[in-house]
């Protein structure tokens, strides 16, 4: 089974700066996908963004963007120009079958 | 297009009863997911199924639990019997294949007493 560290429990962002959420794992495969999720109060998880192992050039989503370095294996989400909506658990599953790494708590300061 | 669907919303029992979760995922969604979060962690995969077959249920306590996926399309978890440390949202979740985004449904909240 393939490990997921997200080592920070909780974060705090002012409205409209920019806040880094990290992830580290560990995984024998050589490609694979790497997802950023977001889980609101309500608990419906949404996907943030996605990631092509083999892809070398990070994506970016409108305010969302990663920092993917395969060789450490690490995946963060930097999240731009914060909006009091993103507040949320944020979870990284950095493998084939959805593992979960046990999230960060955003919280967005107005 | 309609999401992923899951029932009852909440559900109440008393430990060692029985208790049965639906899912309907997607239309044409071929992986089907099923997790255990328990407040404040993040969701442990308890099954996964790609159509009909299961792909890993390692993590699933098959002493108590049991999914199935008649047809490769509905699924259900049942516990069997349950215990305290049960209590949990379980989420259900589809994807179009292996590597595929997951779409989520809204969960069944599960208070064992």
């Known amino acids: 089974a393939q490990t997921v560290t997200q080592s920070q429990p909780e974060m705090s962002v002012q409205e409209a700066e920019t806040v880094t959420l990290s992830c580290t794992y560990d995984t024998s495969e050589s490609d694979y996908y790497l997802f950023w999720y977001k889980q609101p109060p309500s608990r419906q998880m949404i996907l943030v963004i996605r990631q092509e192992a083999y892809k070398q050039q990070n994506a970016t989503e409108n305010r969302f963007s990663v920092n993917f370095q395969k060789a450490a294996k690490s995946f963060s989400l930097k999240i731009s120009d914060s909006q009091l909506g993103d507040a949320a658990m944020y979870f990284c599953a950095p493998d084939n079958d959805m593992r979960f790494g046990a999230g960060t708590r955003l919280t967005v300061k107005p | 297009e309609a999401g992923v669907a899951q029932s009852p919303r909440y559900k109440i029992i008393e430990k060692r009863q029985s208790v049965a979760f639906w899912c309907n995922p997607i239309?044409?969604?071929?992986?089907l997911y099923w997790y255990q979060q328990i407040l404040g962690q993040g969701p442990k995969l308890l099954i996964q199924f790609q159509n009909n077959g299961v792909v890993d249920d390692s993590q699933l306590p098959k002493d108590r639990f049991s999914a199935e996926r008649l047809k490769g399309v509905d699924s259900t978890l049942k516990i069997q019997p349950a215990k305290l440390e049960d209590s949990a949202v379980y989420l259900c979740?589809?994807?179009?294949?292996?590597?595929?985004?997951?779409?989520f449904g809204q969960g069944t909240r599960l208070t064992v007493v």
């Open positions: 979740a589809s994807s179009l294949g292996a590597q595929g985004e997951a779409f």
């Open positions: 239309s044409g969604h071929a992986t």
